[in-house]
Structure formats: structure tokens, C-alpha cells
């Protein structure tokens, strides 16, 4: 029974960890580049509710009743989820538009300068200090079924990241936009020459990476409710890692890659004697993997040609 | 001319060694402050982790974000192998101490080469982004070993102890250091297989049609790096009274590459000199900027780094950069001025 109720929990922190990997993937598919302030989005959209929220209680605090919280915190979270979107398309406008053609390594450290930017503001803000970032209206109990005891939070999170993950496969299948975005990462040129509008498509994309990255953050607070500046930068290197070992550039392998790194992760911390090491057993992988198949699980391989 | 290029290219060794002359003069008349003597050595330590960051970010155009994680495994590997051979050999005699710090050094120096090579292996072959990463996650699991280590191997989260011996003079033995790290990577660059190195950065595919072995080069210039930043983790280890993993993290590997960068990419001389300033500053604005105000540094090295990378690279911008060129600026004025000039805009190639 333990181990269905840790095989349930790791994949519902994969499910979280898919959502941000995919906002890895979709800007390294599309702009060819490892957009390093992803982590920081989400560190960014945890803040915005922790600001939102007790606005919006006091807003709504003639009918406080328990049907107004979930409407408020929902509305925290759609608020926390554009401006997340609106901070991804600026930083994509200021720091990485003027780079585009530039040498990778440059824009590699934008990204690295954005990302150490945005935590030093956010440090600046809110202070070093954890903040406590209770979403206490979604926050439902436990489901016993038998023996098994799992968090109403975990599920809602396992079904949301599920819903966004096909809602986000059936957009970019059959949209026309999705389409676009699948072209641009074929090639930019020729996708160009058919009429696309190449930096358009490079802003929804990050507008998309930067939303979900802000929902992540809601699902994250739900599991442990404190916020802190520097809160973003170890899930976005584990999405990273996880966006890696399904094969960057792909979106199906950026959803295997984030179930698979969860559940490992549960699963090692639930061992007393290995938890401690989670995390390096988590980035080993990370190596070995590249060591075996340097594409990852559903990565093409290119092939650099003159 | 002859005279002046040949004068460029030991004028950083001509300037250190000065600058450590005056320095033992000065503590010798016990003017030297001991405060000074500690940012003294954190200054060295600085210069030799820039430098060797520089010959993977600059020369070979790869990028490493995991240069505290080398760092870390020669402070702890070093540290300790200092730590047990002053506890049996006794602390006293000078020249055992000195025998004992070359030991730690090359204890340091080759398990962090070690650790470059295994990381360098498989993320090499690849394409630049997975070495980032790559080397990111090895700081990570390196900083996380550590940590959760028992204390009698190597602290675990106290930290592990190390022996610091004579307080007023190791800045000496840093800046020999400094000395030494400059002295093989600038002979490195500018020999045969540093214009190989330089090759790969500027078109890998070109390289590999001239006949350079490319792994071989890319894994030399790593574990080169990997190597000076052990040595320095060693030094770090001698200056302070205990190492806490908790030191060596990304934001460290950061504050390096935002050295490297403002030094300007490629340029030995720039590292050295900002990698001067930016310690210096470090430690003054924490004197001034407290509280929630601390963070402003941060604040602005990042809007620079920002900066400086756009500036310097956007496409957009080409025509601007040639027409305001400190280069062309400079070289306009007379050429007395031009030897002090060289040393501070001029590209190390």
C-alpha cells in the first residue's frame, strides 16, 4: 500500500515537474535556446498569489464564505498565470529578441543574468526570509481508500497536469498557431518564407512556457506552502534535467521525462538511507543518460551541417 | 613594436609580482593590515578561479556552471588531506607545512581534474548547452555528497575543519599560485594547442576539417580548468577555519562567470583585473549596502552581465559597436599611451 501511495504522489510531483519541463522544451524547440530564468517564472508566479490573495480577501471580505475562497484563490492563480505570461513575453522582448542570431553562449548568459536578476528583485521585494503562502480554500484533506492515504492535492494536481498536458498536445496538433510552432522548429527559414510570423510565434511560446510555469507554482505552494527567492531555481534545474532526459525539443518526451525524474524522486526519498542523496541520484541519471543516449528518450538527433 | 608585445606578454606576471613585493614590504613595516592580508587572498583565489573559468568560457566557448563544484572537491579533498597530515605530523616546523600544502594541492589539483574528466567525457561530445547542464547538475551532486558526509569524514553540514597556518604570509603563497596558474594557461593559449583551442571556439566544424582532434582539445582545456579551480579550492580551504558545502553553490559558479564576462570573454588581462574589482567591491558594499539593501549588488551585476552580453553580441547593435570601438578610441592618442591601453581594452589574441 506504501508503495502505491508513493508510486501516486511521484506522479503528481512528475506531473508538476512535466508542466515546467515543457515550457523548457517548447522554448528550446522553438528560439534554440535554454531559457535559464524559467525557474525564476515560477519562483515569480508563487509570488503574485502570495500578493494577490490577501488583497483579494479583503476585496471579498463582506461575503466570506467558503465557495468565494476557491473562486478568490482561482482568481489568484489565473492573475499569478498572466503575469507570469506578460514577464515572459518582456524578458523575451528585452534580453533575448536583440540575441537572436548571436552565438549561443551569449545568449546562454543573458538567460543566466535574467535568471539572477529576477531573484535578486524578487530578494529586494519580499526579503530573504521564507513567506508562508497558504492557498488554505484548495486545500481539501486526505482520501483514504483501504490502506491508501492520498492528499486531495495530490490528485487535483495529477488531473490538472494531465488536462494541460493534452490540452496543450491537441493545441499545438491542431490549432493553427500549433502548427506555426511546429514549423518554426522544423525550420525558421522556410517557415518564414511560408508566411509565418517567426518572433509571434517566439512570444506565445514563451507566453505558454512562462503561464504554466505559474500554475506549477500554485501546485508546488499546495504541497508545501512557503516561498522563498531562490524557490525556483532547484525545480527549474530538475524540469531542466527532466526536459533532457525525454529529449529536449520534444513535447511528448518532456511528459515522460517529468513523470519518470517525480516518481524516481519520490521513490528515493521514501528510502531512509539513500534520501539524503536525492537529488545527486536524480542529476546522476541526468549523466548517465547523456552517456547512453546523448538525444534523450525522444530526441531526434541533429546533425550539424556546413 | 617587437619591444612592446614582448613587454604584453608578461606584463600581468610583471604586475603581480610587483604587486606582492609591495605587499611583503608593507606587512614587513607592519603596515599591512591583516584585514587587507585576508582580502588579499580572497583576491588570488578570485583571479585563478576567473582565469581557468576563462579558458573554458572564453578560449574553448564552452560554458561550465560548475566551477564551485571543482572548487568544492579540491577544498574538501585538499582540506582534509591537510588536516590529517598536520594532526599527525604536528604544526609546528615550517618547512613540513609548506611540503604539506604542496601535498593537498596536488591531492586537490587531481582529484578535481578527475572530476573534470568524467563530466567532460560525455558532455563534450555534445553540443554546448549539455555541458551547462551537465556541469551544473556535478556542482549539485558534488555539494550534496558533501553535505550529507559523517562528521568524522568530512563534517557533513558542520563543515570540515582545516588547518590554517601562518595567518600574515599565506597571501604570498595564493599569489605564487596566481603566478603559476597564469603562467601555464597563458603559455597553454599561446602555444600550438592553444590556437587549436581558440579554432574550436571560433568555427568547431572548420577545426575538425583542419585535423584537430576536437574531444581531445575540449577535454584538455576542461580538465586544465577543472585542475586550477581544485588548486584554488585548496587555497580557499587554508584561509578559512572550516569548509561548508553550503559556499560552493550555483550562485558562486555565477559570481565567477559574471567575472569572466565582465572582464570581457577571451581576455586573460580583463579577468584578472575584474576579477580585482569585483572582490574589492564585494566586500565594501557589503560594508555599506545592509539589510534588505544587500541585495542591490546583486541587483546591478546582474543588469550589467545584461548588459555587457547584449551590447557586445547583438547583431542589432554591430554598427553601433564599431563606431564607438574603446580600441579605435584609444589608438587614436599618442603611443606612449598605448602600452597602458593594451593592457586594459586589448584582446588577449
Same mark, same amino acid.
Given at each position: 500500500?506504501?508503495?502505491?501511495?508513493?508510486?501516486?504522489?511521484?506522479?503528481?510531483?512528475?506531473?508538476?515537474?512535466a508542466?515546467?519541463?515543457?515550457?523548457?522544451?517548447?522554448?528550446?524547440?522553438?528560439?534554440?535556446?535554454?531559457?535559464?530564468a524559467?525557474?525564476?517564472?515560477?519562483?515569480?508566479?508563487?509570488?503574485?498569489?502570495?500578493?494577490?490573495?490577501?488583497?483579494?480577501?479583503?476585496?471579498?471580505?463582506?461575503?466570506?464564505?467558503?465557495?468565494?475562497?476557491?473562486?478568490?484563490?482561482?482568481?489568484?492563480?489565473?492573475?499569478?498565470?498572466?503575469?507570469?505570461?506578460?514577464?515572459?513575453?518582456?524578458?523575451?522582448?528585452?534580453?533575448?529578441?536583440?540575441?537572436?542570431?548571436?552565438?549561443?553562449?551569449?545568449?546562454?548568459i543573458?538567460?543566466?543574468?535574467?535568471?539572477?536578476?529576477?531573484?535578486?528583485?524578487?530578494?529586494?521585494?519580499?526579503?530573504?526570509?521564507?513567506?508562508?503562502?497558504?492557498?488554505?480554500?484548495?486545500?481539501?484533506?486526505i482520501?483514504?481508500?483501504?490502506?491508501?492515504?492520498?492528499?486531495?492535492?495530490?490528485?487535483?494536481?495529477?488531473?490538472?497536469?494531465?488536462?494541460?498536458?493534452?490540452?496543450?498536445?491537441?493545441?499545438?496538433?491542431?490549432?493553427?498557431?500549433?502548427?506555426?510552432?511546429?514549423?518554426?522548429?522544423?525550420?525558421?527559414?522556410?517557415?518564414?518564407?511560408?508566411?509565418?510570423?517567426?518572433?509571434?510565434?517566439?512570444?506565445?511560446?514563451f507566453?505558454?512556457?512562462s503561464?504554466?510555469?505559474a500554475l506549477?507554482?500554485?501546485?508546488?505552494?499546495?504541497?508545501?506552502?512557503?516561498?522563498?527567492?531562490?524557490?525556483?531555481?532547484?525545480?527549474?534545474?530538475?524540469?531542466?534535467?527532466?526536459?533532457?532526459?525525454?529529449?529536449?525539443?520534444?513535447?511528448p518526451?518532456?511528459?515522460?521525462?517529468?513523470?519518470?525524474?517525480?516518481?524516481?524522486?519520490?521513490?528515493?526519498?521514501?528510502?531512509?538511507a539513500?534520501?539524503?542523496?536525492?537529488?545527486?541520484?536524480?542529476?546522476?541519471?541526468?549523466?548517465?543518460?547523456?552517456?547512453?543516449?546523448?538525444?534523450?528518450?525522444?530526441?531526434?538527433?541533429?546533425?550539424?551541417?556546413? | 613594436?617587437?619591444?612592446?608585445?614582448?613587454?604584453?606578454?608578461?606584463?600581468?606576471?610583471?604586475?603581480?609580482?610587483?604587486?606582492?613585493?609591495?605587499?611583503?614590504?608593507?606587512?614587513?613595516?607592519?603596515?599591512?593590515?591583516?584585514?587587507?592580508?585576508?582580502?588579499?587572498?580572497?583576491?588570488?583565489?578570485?583571479?585563478?578561479?576567473?582565469?581557468?573559468?576563462?579558458?573554458?568560457?572564453?578560449?574553448?566557448?564552452?560554458?561550465?556552471?560548475?566551477?564551485a563544484?571543482?572548487?568544492?572537491?579540491?577544498?574538501?579533498?585538499?582540506?582534509?588531506?591537510?588536516?590529517?597530515?598536520?594532526?599527525?605530523?604536528?604544526?609546528?616546523?615550517? !618547512?613540513?607545512? #609548506?611540503?604539506?600544502?604542496? &601535498? %593537498?594541492?596536488?591531492?586537490? @589539483? =587531481?582529484?578535481?581534474?578527475?572530476?573534470?574528466?568524467?563530466?567532460?567525457?560525455?558532455?563534450?561530445?555534445l553540443?554546448?548547452?549539455?555541458l551547462?547542464?551537465?556541469?551544473?547538475?556535478?556542482?549539485?551532486?558534488?555539494?550534496?555528497?558533501f553535505?550529507?558526509?559523517?562528521?568524522?569524514?568530512?563534517?557533513?553540514?558542520?563543515?570540515?575543519?582545516?588547518?590554517?597556518?601562518?595567518?600574515?604570509?599565506?597571501?604570498?603563497?595564493c599569489?605564487?599560485?596566481?603566478?603559476?596558474?597564469?603562467?601555464?594557461?597563458?603559455?597553454?593559449?599561446?602555444?600550438?594547442?592553444?590556437?587549436? !583551442?581558440?579554432? #574550436?571556439?571560433?568555427?568547431? &566544424? %572548420?577545426?575538425?576539417?583542419? @585535423? =584537430?582532434?576536437?574531444?581531445?582539445?575540449?577535454?584538455?582545456?576542461?580538465?586544465?580548468?577543472?585542475?586550477?579551480?581544485?588548486?584554488?579550492?585548496?587555497?580557499?580551504?587554508?584561509?578559512?577555519?572550516?569548509?561548508?558545502?553550503?559556499?560552493?553553490?550555483?550562485?558562486?559558479?555565477?559570481?565567477?562567470?559574471?567575472?569572466?564576462?565582465?572582464?570581457?570573454?577571451?581576455?586573460?588581462?580583463g579577468?584578472?583585473?575584474?576579477?580585482?574589482?569585483?572582490?574589492?567591491?564585494?566586500?565594501?558594499?557589503?560594508?555599506i549596502?545592509?539589510?534588505?539593501?544587500?541585495?542591490?549588488?546583486? !541587483?546591478?551585476?546582474?543588469?550589467?552581465?545584461?548588459?555587457?552580453?547584449?551590447?557586445?553580441?547583438?547583431?542589432?547593435?554591430?554598427n553601433?559597436?564599431?563606431?564607438?570601438?574603446l580600441?579605435?578610441?584609444?589608438?587614436?592618442?599618442?603611443?606612449?599611451?598605448?602600452?597602458?591601453?593594451?593592457?586594459?581594452?586589448?584582446?588577449?589574441?
Amino acid at each position: 500500500m506504501e508503495f502505491l501511495t508513493t508510486f501516486v504522489n511521484g506522479l503528481s510531483l512528475g506531473g508538476i515537474y512535466a508542466m515546467i519541463a515543457l515550457g523548457y522544451t517548447m522554448v528550446y524547440g522553438i528560439a534554440k535556446m535554454l531559457n535559464f530564468a524559467h525557474g525564476d517564472i515560477i519562483m515569480v508566479g508563487g509570488y503574485t498569489v502570495h500578493t494577490v490573495l490577501p488583497f483579494l480577501a479583503i476585496l471579498l471580505s463582506g461575503v466570506y464564505n467558503p465557495t468565494v475562497a476557491i473562486i478568490s484563490s482561482i482568481i489568484a492563480i489565473i492573475a499569478a498565470m498572466v503575469f507570469c505570461m506578460m514577464l515572459g513575453i518582456v524578458v523575451e522582448k528585452v534580453a533575448y529578441k536583440p540575441l537572436r542570431g548571436a552565438s549561443p553562449l551569449a545568449v546562454l548568459i543573458t538567460a543566466i543574468g535574467v535568471s539572477y536578476l529576477l531573484q535578486s528583485l524578487a530578494q529586494m521585494i519580499f526579503g530573504s526570509a521564507p513567506k508562508h503562502v497558504n492557498i488554505k480554500a484548495l486545500d481539501f484533506g486526505i482520501l483514504k481508500i483501504g490502506g491508501l492515504a492520498i492528499g486531495y492535492n495530490t490528485i487535483i494536481t495529477l488531473v490538472c497536469s494531465i488536462l494541460v498536458m493534452i490540452a496543450l498536445s491537441l493545441f499545438v496538433k491542431f490549432s493553427k498557431t500549433g502548427r506555426a510552432m511546429v514549423a518554426v522548429s522544423e525550420d525558421k527559414g522556410a517557415a518564414q518564407l511560408m508566411g509565418i510570423n517567426v518572433n509571434r510565434i517566439i512570444m506565445i511560446t514563451f507566453a505558454i512556457g512562462s503561464a504554466l510555469a505559474a500554475l506549477a507554482s500554485v501546485f508546488f505552494l499546495l504541497k508545501a506552502p512557503t516561498m522563498t527567492p531562490t524557490f525556483g531555481s532547484l525545480p527549474g534545474i530538475k524540469a531542466f534535467t527532466a526536459a533532457v532526459i525525454g529529449g529536449i525539443g520534444s513535447i511528448p518526451g518532456a511528459m515522460i521525462g517529468g513523470i519518470l525524474l517525480g516518481v524516481i524522486e519520490c521513490f528515493a526519498q521514501a528510502v531512509p538511507a539513500i534520501s539524503p542523496y536525492t537529488d545527486a541520484i536524480e542529476f546522476s541519471i541526468l549523466i548517465i543518460l547523456l552517456l547512453v543516449k546523448p538525444s534523450g528518450l525522444l530526441g531526434k538527433m541533429r546533425r550539424e551541417k556546413v | 613594436m617587437k619591444k612592446f608585445t614582448s613587454l604584453k606578454n608578461y606584463i600581468s606576471y610583471i604586475v603581480i609580482g610587483l604587486v606582492t613585493v609591495i605587499c611583503v614590504i608593507l606587512s614587513l613595516s607592519g603596515v599591512l593590515k591583516a584585514s587587507t592580508a585576508i582580502l588579499l587572498e580572497e583576491i588570488a583565489i578570485k583571479i585563478m578561479l576567473a582565469v581557468s573559468l576563462s579558458l573554458v568560457v572564453g578560449f574553448l566557448g564552452e560554458l561550465s556552471l560548475g566551477h564551485a563544484g571543482f572548487m568544492c572537491v579540491g577544498a574538501y579533498l585538499g582540506g582534509k588531506v591537510a588536516y590529517v597530515l598536520t594532526q599527525q605530523l604536528g604544526e609546528d616546523d615550517p !618547512i613540513l607545512n #609548506i611540503v604539506i600544502l604542496v &601535498i %593537498a594541492l596536488v591531492v586537490g @589539483g =587531481i582529484c578535481a581534474g578527475i572530476c573534470g574528466f568524467l563530466i567532460g567525457l560525455p558532455a563534450l561530445r555534445l553540443r554546448g548547452d549539455y555541458l551547462a547542464i551537465t556541469t551544473l547538475a556535478f556542482g549539485e551532486i558534488v555539494r550534496t555528497i558533501f553535505l550529507n558526509t559523517s562528521e568524522e569524514s568530512f563534517g557533513g553540514p558542520i563543515g570540515l575543519p582545516t588547518p590554517r597556518f601562518n595567518k600574515e604570509w599565506f597571501y604570498v603563497i595564493c599569489f605564487i599560485m596566481v603566478l603559476i596558474t597564469l603562467f601555464v594557461i597563458q603559455n597553454l593559449i599561446r602555444s600550438k594547442h592553444g590556437r587549436a !583551442i581558440k579554432a #574550436i571556439r571560433d568555427n568547431e &566544424i %572548420a577545426a575538425r576539417a583542419t @585535423g =584537430i582532434n576536437v574531444t581531445r582539445y575540449k577535454l584538455i582545456g576542461f580538465i586544465l580548468s577543472a585542475v586550477f579551480a581544485g588548486l584554488a579550492g585548496v587555497l580557499y580551504s587554508y584561509t578559512k577555519f572550516n569548509v561548508s558545502s553550503q559556499i560552493f553553490d550555483y550562485n558562486y559558479s555565477i559570481e565567477i562567470l559574471v567575472i569572466v564576462v565582465l572582464g570581457g570573454m577571451g581576455n586573460i588581462g580583463g579577468s584578472i583585473i575584474s576579477a580585482v574589482l569585483v572582490t574589492f567591491l564585494n566586500r565594501e558594499l557589503a560594508n555599506i549596502l545592509t539589510g534588505n539593501l544587500a541585495v542591490l549588488k546583486d !541587483i546591478i551585476y546582474a543588469v550589467i552581465l545584461i548588459g555587457i552580453v547584449i551590447y557586445r553580441n547583438a547583431p542589432g547593435l554591430k554598427n553601433f559597436r564599431e563606431k564607438y570601438n574603446l580600441k579605435k578610441l584609444f589608438s587614436k592618442k599618442k603611443k606612449t599611451a598605448e602600452v597602458t591601453s593594451d593592457t586594459v581594452a586589448k584582446e588577449e589574441n
